[in-house]
């Protein structure tokens, strides 16, 4: 890749997550992940804390915007939340991380991405109120 193909690619993948994440909150790691392990070849340990380094600054950038353009942070939540990630990022996240073999964690990764889409679609919305009509259903037969 020579240096102005490298430059366009990294202004457009950081471009393109930030746009998304500004817009869904997802912290660019959905995107950036992938995006680090298939464009620049780099292992999924790599990718993920690469990963990271990259959403600090996205993330200030995202969260300035939303409280002094719109005022719509919840700095209560925020707060409680940050504490809760911080533990876990640094005491379990990052240390199993390094320690899972590369495969198991872009596989895990991957069921992440497609349960979490589903979940977002509303798939398992549809499977709980097909249970639960199933459910009365049965009960009334046998009631």
């Known amino acids: 890749m020579n240096v102005l193909a490298g430059i366009a690619a990294y202004l457009g993948v950081g471009t393109v997550v930030g ?3 500004g817009l869904f909150g997802i912290g660019g790691g959905v995107l950036m992940v992938p995006a680090i392990i298939f464009i ?3 292992e999924p340990k790599v990718a993920v804390a690469t990963s ?3 959403m600090i600054p996205g ?7 939303h409280h002094f353009s719109y005022g719509v942070v919840d700095w209560r939540v925020a707060a409680g939340l940050a504490v809760g990630a911080i533990v876990g ?10 320690w899972l073999p590369a495969d ?3 596989k895990g990764f991957g069921v992440l991405l497609v349960v979490s889409g589903l979940k977002m679609a509303g798939v398992f919305d549809f ?15 046998v009631g």
């Open 19 to 21: 746009v998304i994440s």
């Open 40 to 42: 620049w070849q780099r």
């Open 52 to 54: 990271l380094a990259v």
């Open 59 to 65: 993330a200030i950038a995202g969260v300035l915007r």
């Open 89 to 98: 990022s640094f005491a379990i996240g990052a240390p199993l991380a390094n």
């Open 104 to 106: 198991a964690l872009k």
């Open 127 to 141: 499977i709980t109120a097909q249970a639960s009509n199933l459910m009365q259903a049965l009960l009334a037969l």
